[in-house]
């Protein structure tokens, strides 16, 4: 556990990956880079019996599938430094994000502001922050003095990994090419609300309901692709994909990074073993895996190597990144937050004490458990980090907090000066769910499972749209 390797070097390339990279990308191994770029992966997997994140009941680990992993790349041109970690974690907070990056900063010189960290959303991956947490540990010293399922302090150590991690990718540094594009992908991806005869709206209503009328939203069919490239002998280092689909495929017991793995193992056939592959989620806070029409049933091996199957196809159209070049912009947004009367704290306090008897029903512990979260977080406004990183005249990256709605990152897209804009969420903090104003009004379970007021999505759009144009060439 915490073994960190680096991805400066891969097999040969395949004659056919070789012969159908773009001309650019072939030609520019002889030519002198202005870009660095550096690959690092670190283990996080906690000890086996540590609690699970993702659903609301007490679920510890029983084994490990794959190792959990935090994947970072350092990217360098002049003076311009910027660092993109993405973890598999069911979500990051602020907690371990906030000194992680200061003590990057302090470590690496690459600013605080300029590194962004995110989680995947896998629901194979550790519980080690908020109310639920702070529930079943509670529950857990009471009864014997200790909490056996947290043999460590899991933000601490991850605090370290995500330091170590970036660190050794700025280390690993060398003259880079990066090709950029971007892919459709359809039938792997669905929005998973939907208005029923009833005039409601409902999350996920089940497979060939009759009631379903129509989807509540649309969803983000595109891929976005990076391929890092040694300037030296153009071998492949490294990609980072984006696609808006919830990593809740695998479900279980066992430590899993969910259909990245899968996507990663696919990827290293051609581009060899020690290639990395970044995944980050792009703004699927109502999009999933599941087919109300009962046509298909998605499993997670089979996302994956689709997924990798899209990106291989797109490799040899990817275009090297046009000058200017590296620029990131970040601001915080005060986001307005809900708030809560000490008796209805009280009251779901009561009500989680019954979590996982199927006493209440799923929607009350639904409320009961963000109503406690509430304790957890700060009252009043949430700042929230929003970051925009330029990697070329065409091809820009956002990180927003939290489970946004695919409707918020689509906006950003349409209204962003950059053609391959990428937003990815879970980035920095998570207040849960970040609906649109219309999903709150619609109802349902990502409206209950919210921190923020209506509106505050929409002021996390605006304000990444705002950097964008900032970075525009």
Known sequence: MGRVWLAMGAACLPFWLAAALPCGAGQAGAAESSIRAGVAVVDITPPIGYRMQGYFSERPSTGTHDPLQAKAIVLQEGEEQAALVVCDLCAINAAVTGPARARAEE?????????????????????????????????????GGIDPHEQIDYAAFLTEKLVEVIASAQAAARPAHIDSGAALQHDLSFNRRFHMKDGSVRCNPGTRNPDIVRPAGPIDPQVGVVLIRQAADNRPLASLTVFALHLDTTGGTLYSADYPYYLEQALRESLGEQFVSVFANGTCGDI??????????????????????????????????????????SEVVELPLRSYTPEE?????????????????????????????????????????????????????????????????????????????????????????????????????????????????????????????????
Request: glycine share 8%; with cysteine.
């Open 107 to 143: 470590k690496t010189g690459i600013p605080a502001s300029q590194i962004l960290i995110a989680a995947t959303h896998t629901h194979t991956g550790p519980l080690y922050f908020g109310g639920l947490r702070e529930h079943f540990h509670r529950k857990a010293v009471a009864k």
């Open 288 to 329: 999933n895996h599941f087919d109300v029409s009962g046509r298909q049933t998605l499993k997670t091996a089979y996302i994956g190597e689709t997924l990798a199957a899209t990106v291989k196809t797109r490799l040899p159209e990817l275009k090297p990144l046009a000058r200017p070049g590296l620029a990131v912009r």
């Open 345 to 473: 704290v009280a009251l779901a306090e009561r009500a989680l004490e019954t979590i996982g008897t199927g006493k209440k029903p799923p929607m009350d512990m639904v409320q009961a458990y963000e109503i406690i979260s509430f304790k957890y977080r700060p009252a009043g406004k949430l700042p929230a980090l929003v970051q925009a990183i330029r990697l070329g005249n065409d091809t820009a990256l956002v990180g927003l907090p939290g489970e946004v709605f695919v409707d918020l990152g689509l906006a950003i897209k349409k209204a962003s000066p950059f053609p391959n804009t990428m937003v990815v969420e879970l980035s920095q903090d998570c207040p849960d769910y970040v609906p649109t104003r219309k999903a709150f009004a619609e109802g349902s379970y990502e409206t209950v499972c919210s921190w923020i007021e209506p509106g505050g999505g929409e002021m996390l759009a605006d304000c990444a749209v705002r950097l964008l144009q900032q970075l525009k060439p």
